[in-house]
């Protein structure tokens, strides 16, 4: 089933990516234009598509519910993280989203707290003031 | 002759100051990622490239620290394999088999020791190899004409989805889906913007290294997410530290023959590092289980995949140096920072940039003494590294993971990126895709359009250029018949299950 889905993604995007590579026109330059290698690409995209849908191979067992919660909360925590990395600042975001990601991994919360504390101020040393890779140091609210 | 001076040339880029503390510390990092459940050579490496870019390092110097890493990784994964029960990295699941055995029966020190002596034994000859047969090759390959480049590019996914073991349709996509992935930006050769959905973001297309790090790194967190409570292993007593000699020479000559089989399947760009340790374990298994020792603690039985891996990793940089064509998922990784980087792997490496070609191959040289030398000893610190907890290890692959994606671009939209690839290539490895053509297809994508546009210029337009050297006649027969093979043999193999899956109904 998983295979039969993804097939019809990549037959729909296959499709639309040889569609609107059509549009791409080019008066200079080259013969074969930025159009062609797309639209030679969608084809042979779209046939391998079509077997995925035809001839599927058995599911792999997908995770539990609690389990994908667990997986779609962690991806929430990245994307908030990605989110706020500048705005808070890399010692409290990062404190912050060890925290959340050590309890999602089933520690308990003063193992996250310390973990979430001692990586960010750890990294942001290593990083910022040893290697030279300048990191965002403060809340933008308080600078 | 010419060998020998250009070594000796390699010899002295590798032995200054820089060079040789960054393969020492990439041995060690190296051997801690290998040895580290969770976290293998692929991530390991695709994690530090970012960071390895902001600090501007030079590029043989990073070359250096990553193959560094990457042989470091392939000492390192024997350790949890044998203490554990549980394999650091995909190809140290052969190393259970007898390893693990090994250590129960209070013989860990050894077990340790031997395989520490055959992955030395692998990555000698593996580099020896490397050393002989990489000049060669890149020496028949300066005849190249862009219709050709091109010809070796199909080539080189019909291999990698021939050769690679899985389902080849699945891996001609996900091929097909990463030079898709690659059009995505402005138009090398119009400026036209391609796929960018009006978004400045997208006009330099999708970075191979932010899409790289998502793609292993945070897929691979994911995946952890699943098996949580599953993986969970009781280490062995060490016992003493240090062996003495006498105990490591019982699969001396199990650690050549494995480091042959596997350096010959670490050459054939598909197979891969995994494959070759299985091949080892397999044929010394028939060579010499007389007595039905095998899987039991026979330290040949170990010795055979340890080294055969090793030789495998090894024989896995040539393809990629000389032609540009990954034979693993880590060389895949280290051909995605070498485009970043501006160098062209291949033929013309060799005749462009000899100083680090050959300050690589030197510098793989120091890099197996320097394991050898450390692995004894210090394995008893490495062991204990094995009791980290996840909790702790996987928040910590994640933040390095942001932290050098963001130390490049200083982008919340590459952050974003990387998060993208990583749900995309965790569905992917739910679904049985390979991501090494996916990968491929996204470093080669760009080249593979630049050189088809540029035959076609010389020809004016008439696409019979692409096939009319010999050169590339030869590439596309082969193509075919790799591809041909493949396929037939996917289909024998379906047909088969679905007879026997049938007769169990019945």
């Known amino acids: 089933m998983g295979d039969r889905i993804l097939g019809l993604i990549i037959f729909g995007l296959a499709i639309w990516y040889g569609w609107t590579a059509g549009s791409y026109e080019a008066s200079f330059g080259d013969p074969l234009g930025p159009a062609a290698f797309p639209q030679m690409l969608s084809v042979p995209a779209a046939l391998l598509s079509l077997f995925l849908i035809v001839r599927p191979d058995p599911d792999p067992s997908w995770p539990e519910h609690r389990r994908l919660l667990s997986q779609a909360a962690t991806i929430a925590v990245l994307v908030a993280y990605a989110f706020f990395l500048e705005d808070l600042g890399f010692v409290l975001a990062t404190t912050v989203a060890v925290i959340a990601l050590s309890r999602l991994l089933g520690a308990g919360w003063l193992k996250s707290a310390t973990s979430g504390v001692l990586m960010a101020v750890g990294l942001f040393v290593l990083f910022d003031t040893l290697l030279g890779l300048p990191l965002p140091l403060q809340p933008s609210f308080m600078g | ?506």
């Open chain 2, 1 to 506: 002759m010419e060998i020998l001076s250009s070594l000796a040339d390699g010899f002295a880029i590798a032995a200054t100051p820089t060079n040789l503390l960054f393969a020492v510390f990439g041995c060690f990092l190296g051997t801690i990622i290998g040895a580290l459940p969770g976290i293998g050579p692929v991530n390991g490496v695709a994690i530090l490239i970012p960071i390895a870019f902001a600090l501007k390092l030079d590029p043989t110097t990073i070359l250096i620290l990553l193959s560094c890493i990457y042989y470091g990784c392939t000492y390192g994964g024997r350790i949890a394999s044998i203490m554990l029960n549980i394999p650091g990295d995909a190809s140290s699941i052969m190393a259970t088999l007898d390893g693990h055995p090994m250590a129960k029966a209070g013989k860990a020190s050894e077990a340790l020791a031997i395989s520490a002596v055959a992955s030395f034994i692998g990555s000698s000859v593996a580099t020896l190899g490397l050393t002989l047969f990489a000049p060669f090759l890149a020496k028949a390959a300066i005849y190249f004409g862009p219709s050709d480049y091109f010809a070796l590019y199909v080539l080189a996914f019909a291999m990698i989805s021939g050769l690679g073991g899985a389902n080849p349709w699945k891996m001609l996509l996900a091929g097909f889906i990463g030079l898709m992935l690659s059009s995505v930006g402005l138009d090398p050769g119009t400026g036209m913007a391609r796929y960018t959905g009006g978004s400045f973001n997208l006009y330099d297309g999708f970075d191979p290294i932010v899409a790289i790090v998502g793609l292993f790194a945070i897929s691979e967190v994911l995946l952890y997410l699943e098996t949580a409570t599953h993986a969970s292993g009781s280490l062995v007593p060490m016992g003493k530290a240090i062996p003495r000699f006498r105990e490591m020479l019982p699969g001396l000559g199990a650690s050549f023959r494995g480091s042959l089989v596997g350096f010959v399947s670490g050459i054939l760009p598909g197979a891969g590092a995994s494959q070759g340790a299985y091949m080892a374990y397999v044929i010394e298994r028939r060579f010499s289980n007389k007595n039905n020792t095998f899987g039991k603690g026979d330290p040949r039985g170990l010795a055979a995949p340890e080294a055969g891996d090793n030789a495998a990793a090894g024989g896995a940089l040539i393809p990629m140096l000389t032609l540009g064509i990954p034979g693993s998922g880590t060389t895949a990784v280290m051909l995605a920072m070498l485009v970043s980087l501006n160098i062209q792997p291949g033929p013309l490496l060799f005749e462009r940039q000899p100083q680090m070609v050959w300050g690589l191959i030197a510098s793989l040289y120091i890099a197996n003494i320097v394991l050898l030398v450390m692995n004894i000893p210090l394995v008893g610190l490495f062991t204990r590294m094995l009791t980290m907890p996840q909790w702790i290890l996987m928040p910590f692959i994640i933040i390095v993971s942001f932290l050098g994606v963001y130390s490049i671009s200083h982008s919340t939209f590459d952050l974003m990126v990387m998060i993208g690839f990583g749900v995309l290539g965790y569905i992917f490895r739910k679904l049985d895709i390979s991501l090494i053509p996916l990968v491929l297809g996204m470093l080669l994508g760009a080249d593979m359009e630049n050189n088809l546009r540029r035959a076609l210029s010389i020809s004016n337009g008439d696409f019979a250029i692409l096939v009319q050297s010999p050169i590339a006649a030869t590439l596309y027969s082969l193509t075919a018949l790799i591809l041909l093979g493949a396929f037939a043999l996917a289909l024998l193999k379906s047909r088969r299950e679905r007879l026997d899956t049938t007769e169990v109904e019945d």
